[in-house]
């Protein structure tokens, strides 16, 4: 009790101190304003096909049907007295599609029924020209947004990114912070902001299919990546019949200890009429990458209920472990407008533009291998994988990001014809989840899909085992892989058409994968391994989103809209594939208050 009293006694002496340096009118005739706003929304969409991933005896699906029914009510109140101010806004979100019930006792929950939740979107409080003339202060939930990008924005690290709702692409979830802000002139500041908890990025539903899909191995180094193949290959043959799935995923969340605090600073400005800021971030990323596999054996007949005679004897179970990877990211942002036909005409527009690039230094970061015994081509006694395949355990772990630095960026025009039409053209390199050095500038590949191009017996024979059954193949004349670089090169066009005195909007968005992908195998005629690319034109490597949306803005707070996300390519694309969801048509609803 005594060490409670002394210290709310420092506390009350601090604050007393502080108001202290604060004029005295300002605390004495300043009046308390409230606002508050608020909306109800509600959201329908229908799933228009079947995704599904994996094999028969590790299969996940989404099925077509009512894909979502979000419900949202949101209340933000905002108070202010003089040059202080607080902020909350928080969403009541209710859920119309039932979860899975574990039991009869599920009917008698409400919540389980009608899933909801309470989310808070801010709960900050701030104060103008603290102590000295300039200097800001804004402690609590809040988001923190430097990037100058439209949606794709890799300078906005602070907060993690919020992709449950694919039509909400570049949207964030709100954070603890201490932002502090100098502005040294009215064009010129200085901004440092404090994150002390690290938070995730939050995933859409159909991300859980991700884990069916073990064929998509994270390793950087081609070779071993190889072997892991031709081996998955051989356990998973009609003579051995364990092939290997992904049983649980396992996101370890950093603990909220000293050293695992984010920070960033930032120096914005003015020059000759265009906004330009520099940043620095020292935290993580916010999408996991494996660092712990522990394989396990488990027994049991299984047969494809379409084909009989297709059956396993068992699976390899494999529990991945993941992690959050420390960066550093350096940060440039200019964004302006210029006119190069303005001595043309007065009358004609300037163009819009935006530039966000950011370098990116990230962790080292690498996947250790562990089993307990295992009975498949070979015996294998319980602990770590041999890396070196010397027939001794151990060795150096096989790395899933390098620690070579690589750039992001997004490079934006903007222009308006007239009042009632909009475009808007990006270069996008690299996406919100896509993570390490691999580009034109720097090779380096993600494996959408591997497999081997041989019979089981000549995976055997050619990749993995010897006569004297012992491990001395790497897999290099068996493993086929499709590959696409770490970071993707994308086109984003959009366009807005207003009608009806702009109560009507038409808006068309698209995304174009521009990097294809590459065939990766050997080839027996040349005699070594080769690499095929097939571009956007292809069947292979097309790969898009289409997002038309028509909205009627009805006066006094009332819109309804309706659209679709259509997702197009093949299933080992960027937009094909099944753990993006799939393509889905669209009904919403909103009223503001």
């Given amino acids: 009790m005594i060490r409670t009293s002394a210290r709310a006694s420092l506390i009350a002496f601090s604050l007393l101190a502080a108001s202290s340096f604060l004029p005295a009118e300002a ?74 019930l574990d039991g009869l006792g599920d009917l008698s929950t409400y919540q389980k029924i009608q899933p909801f939740s309470f989310e808070p979107q801010a709960l900050y409080i701030e104060g103008k020209d603290l102590i000295i003339k300039g200097l800001d202060l804004r402690i609590g939930h809040q988001i923190v947004s430097w990037g100058v990008a439209d949606q794709f924005n890799p300078t906005n690290n602070l907060n993690a990114d919020d992709l449950r709702d694919p039509l909400l692409f570049g949207r964030q979830q709100a954070n603890f912070m201490v932002k502090l802000d100098y502005w040294v002139t009215k064009s010129l500041s200085l901004s440092g902001v ?3 908890i690290f938070k995730p990025a939050l995933l859409p539903y159909s991300a859980a299919l991700g884990v069916g899909a073990v064929d998509r191995l994270p390793f950087t180094d081609a070779a071993f990546r190889h ?10 043959s009609a003579q051995i019949g364990f092939p290997t799935i992904v049983s649980t995923a396992t996101p370890i969340i950093p603990p909220p200890t000293p050293e695992n605090m984010q920070g960033a600073f930032r120096i914005a400005g003015t020059i000759a009429d265009q906004d330009v800021s520099l940043s620095y971030y020292n935290g993580r990323t916010d999408f996991p990458q494996p660092f712990l596999n522990h394989t396990r054996q488990t027994a049991g007949v299984q047969c494809d209920p379409n084909d009989k005679t297709r059956c396993v004897k068992g699976v390899l179970q494999t529990d991945v472990s993941l992690a959050y990877p420390k960066m550093h990211v350096y940060g440039l942002n200019a964004t302006g407008e210029v006119n190069p036909f303005k001595w043309i005409s007065d009358k004609i527009h300037g163009i819009g533009y935006r530039v966000e690039a950011a370098l990116i230094v990230p962790q080292r970061t690498t996947l250790q291998l562990t089993q307990d015994a295992l009975n498949v081509a070979i015996p294998l006694p ?13 060795g150096p772990q096989p790395a899933v990001v390098d620690a070579t630095a690589f ?14 039409v909009y475009l808007n053209v990006q270069w996008v390199h690299g996406l919100a989840d896509e993570f390490g050095a691999g580009d034109f500038l720097h090779e380096g590949y993600s494996v959408r899909q591997s497999g081997v191009t041989t019979t089981d017996a000549q995976t055997r024979a050619r990749c993995v085992l010897s006569p004297q059954l012992t491990l001395i193949g790497d897999g290099t004349k068996c493993a086929r892989e499709v590959l696409a670089p770490k970071l993707g090169d994308y086109a984003v066009i959009g366009a807005d058409f207003k009608f009806l005195d702009d109560a009507m909007l038409l808006r068309l968005f698209t995304l174009w994968s521009m990097s294809g992908i590459t065939i990766d195998e050997w080839s027996d005629t040349a005699q070594k391994r080769t690499q095929k690319h097939y571009g956007l034109f292809t069947s292979q490597g097309f790969s898009a989103v289409i997002f038309p949306e028509l909205d009627y803005n009805f006066g006094n707070g009332l819109e309804l809209g309706a659209g679709a ?3 197009l390519g093949k299933d080992y694309t960027k937009f094909g594939d099944p753990a993006a969801g799939g393509s889905t048509v669209f009904t919403r609803g909103k009223f503001s208050f």
């Avoid at 419900?71 to 928080?90: D, I």
């Avoid at 892991?228 to 998973?236: R, V």
């Avoid at 750039?407 to 009632?420: E, I, S």
């Fill in 565 to 567: 996300l259509i997702e």
């Fill in 407 to 420: 750039l992001k960026w997004t490079v934006g025009l903007d222009y308006a014809f007239g009042d009632h």
């Fill in 194 to 196: 404090l994150v002390p």
């Fill in 382 to 394: 319980a602990g770590e994988y041999d890396y070196d395949n010397n027939g001794k355990p151990g």
């Fill in 227 to 236: 072997r892991i193949e031709a081996e998955n290959a051989t356990s998973g």
């Fill in 27 to 100: 605390r004495a005739d300043d009046e308390l304003k409230l606002e508050w706003t608020g909306r109800i929304q509600t959201d329908l969409r229908f799933r228009v096909e079947d995704k599904s991933i994996g094999e028969f005896y590790n299969k996940l699906d989404l099925a077509p049907g009512v894909e979502r029914n979000q419900n949202v009510f949101n209340l933000q109140l905002k108070s202010t007295f003089g040059r202080f101010r607080g902020v909350a806004s928080v969403d009541l979100m209710l859920n119309g599609v039932t979860g899975k």
